[in-house]
């Protein structure tokens, strides 16, 4: 079942979480806009193993058509995303910091900020929400489960809107996982990369007990 105001999902990344995030919300009866740096033309096998809930479209198409929008490229590429479609949109943050892939950003390596509020910061006007930046692609579908279920896993969440981040959260509830909010994005560095919660399969306390248990790096 889809929640209130949510009837598209627009996508910036196709990738292993964009794909994955994308097959999710069609089997929550989601439509989704699913976009690529190499254009729509490049997404047809893609969107024809989605169905007919799918299209592909370019990035600015992509920010447009979505209700709500996930981001699900490299850090590095943030800069190539469309603002103007997203001023007052619910945007989902995947993102997480390799500076062997995405370059060292000195931010980010003193830890004066965090990666989603170097993307709150380009994306004025949007309410980001990180989400689903802590979980290996493929178990955003083979982990899931109703709600209820024993032991059932847990995803994390961080945002500095609380609306914007209840949505997400119910979201992320019909997709199968219960939902431990971690703070604004200032603590999200909680379940970034080398923390204890980061890519473990934990149930709601265990993420709880491991998300209080994070330290900085410095
Ligand atoms: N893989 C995981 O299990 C996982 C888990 C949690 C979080 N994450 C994080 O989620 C983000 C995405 O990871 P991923 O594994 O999905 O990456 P990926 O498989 O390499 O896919 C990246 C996607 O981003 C697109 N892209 C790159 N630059 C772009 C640009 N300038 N404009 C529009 N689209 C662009 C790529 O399009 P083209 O192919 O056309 O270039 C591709 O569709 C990363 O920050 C990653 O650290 C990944």
Known sequence: ????GVKTIGLIGAGHIGSQVARAAIASGYHVVISNSRGPETLTDL??????????????EAAAAGDLVVVAIPLKAIRDIPVAPLIGKVV???NNY?????GNIAALDNETSTSSELLQ???RGAHVVKAFNHI????????????GTS???????????????????????????DVIDVGPLSESWRIQPGTPGYV????????????ATAQQRS
């Open 200 to 211: 473990k399969q934990l149930n709601a306390e265990e993420l709880t007990a491991a998300l």
């Open 92 to 94: 989902i943050d995947t």
């Open 98 to 102: 390799y500076p062997r892939r995405d």
């Open 151 to 177: 032991n059932r896993r847990a995803l994390a969440i961080a945002g500095d809107d609380p609306v914007a981040k209840a949505q997400v959260a119910e979201l992320i509830d019909g997709f199968g996982f």
């Open 121 to 123: 910061a380009k994306l």
């Open 1 to 4: 079942m889809t929640i209130d």
């Open 47 to 60: 969107v024809s193993e989605l169905g007919p809930q799918a299209r592909a479209g370019t990035t600015d």
């Open 136 to 147: 290996y692609a493929r178990q955003i579908t083979t982990d899931a489960t109703p709600p």
